[in-house]
Each structure stands twice: as C-alpha cells, then as structure tokens.
C-alpha cells in the first residue's frame, strides 16, 4: 500500500473522497452530523504548512482513503483523522495511513500524537489499540495518545522512501489513466534496457 501527500492542487479530490462517504461514515469521521458546505469549509481551512494530508490512490486515481495530521502546541504535538471508502475497508489502508502519518510525524520530532473519536468509532479504536495508544473513554468519545520516539536518521530515511515510493505509484497509475490503461511506467524502462 503506497500513501502520498497530497499538494494543495490535490486538495478537492480529498474533499470528493469526504463528500462521498455514506451519512454514518461522515458522523463517525467528524464526530458528528456534517453538511457538503461544511466539507467544503473544512478542506478550504487546511493549512498544509501546519500538517499533512496523506492519501491512497486506486488505479482511477480517486482517493480511497486519507489522513489528516494537524500540528498544534507550537509544534510538540499532532492530531489525526482518518478516513477509508467503505468499499476498500478491512484491507489494512486504516493501518498503512496511521502508520505513514507516524512516520511523517516523528520526523519532525513531534512529541505526541492524538486522535479524537466516537466511541462507537471501532475501527479508529482498533487502530489506537494496536498501536499502543493510551485511550481514555467517556460517554461518547474516546481519547487516545501516544507519545512518540524521536527521530533517528533511519526512521527519516525510511519515511522519506516511502513518500517517494508513495509518488511513484501515484505517476504509474496517472500514466496509466493518461495512456488508457494499457501501459505500465515502470515497464518503459525495463524493455527499453532488453531491446
């Protein structure tokens, strides 16, 4: 599974990727009832200089899934959001996005990282548990953190790979689109090298 960040330009697919979730989908992803307008509001206020919008691709190149990390207390700590089509739920893209959306924190040697939700938001709580976050219930929401390790030059070579790999699945599968979907970019370069 192959995540990228998204650009700013990139930034209506991720509000096409919210608009389409089914009612209980956006009630649990926003922690309550959500209008388009207020979608649309809430993808025009990101800020990509204070966090991240990381995001899978299917081969249509519509997002599937995506997280948003947001930076706060000067920069010590970060909030997530997640977020799957119901159609591509149970094949680890909740996972792979928490696990990108780690490592792009711990490089920036963010302290902590958080993630709100609805107690009756299973999967987000499944998540929190296995990855160790300390969770803290009350009626309806539930709180989880996990402090995070600082960052050594593997884990900053590790998610910078990924990304560039994220970005090159992403040019593959534009390529594929752009040509009908009858090319694949990396085999361009393999059967140029037999000929």
């Known amino acids: 599974m192959n995540v990228k960040s998204l650009t700013?330009?990139?930034?209506?697919?991720?509000e096409t990727h919210l608009m389409n979730l089914p009612a209980k989908d956006r009630h649990l992803r926003f922690s309550g009832f959500?209008?388009?307008?207020s979608i649309t509001k809430y993808v025009d206020s990101i800020d990509l200089r204070q966090g991240v919008v990381?995001?899978?691709?299917?081969?249509?190149?519509?997002?599937?899934a995506a997280v948003h990390v947001v930076v706060f207390n000067n920069g010590?700590?970060?909030?997530?959001a997640l977020s799957v089509d119901p159609n591509y739920r149970r094949q680890g893209y909740g996972h792979a996005l928490f696990e990108a959306a780690l490592k792009w924190?711990?490089?920036?040697?963010i302290e902590?990282?958080?993630?709100?939700?609805l107690r009756e938001n299973r999967p987000m709580v499944h998540i929190a548990n296995a990855r160790g976050m300390t969770i803290h219930h009350d009626s309806q929401e539930a709180e989880a953190y996990l402090n995070v390790d600082k960052p050594t030059l593997a884990t900053m070579w590790e998610e910078m790979l990924g990304e560039q790999i994220g970005w090159a699945d992403y040019t593959?599968?534009?390529?594929k689109v752009l040509a009908g979907g009858n090319i694949n970019f990396f085999d361009?370069?393999?059967?140029?090298r037999a000929s």
């Open 172 to 175: 593959n599968k534009r390529f």
């Open 112 to 117: 902590k990282i958080y993630s709100l939700c």
């Open 8 to 14: 700013r330009f990139e930034l209506p697919l991720y």
């Open 188 to 192: 361009i370069g393999l059967n140029k």
């Open 54 to 64: 990381k995001a899978i691709y299917n081969d249509a190149l519509e997002i599937i």
């Open 105 to 109: 924190v711990r490089s920036r040697s």
């Open 76 to 80: 010590h700590d970060a909030e997530i």
């Open 34 to 37: 959500v209008s388009d307008e």
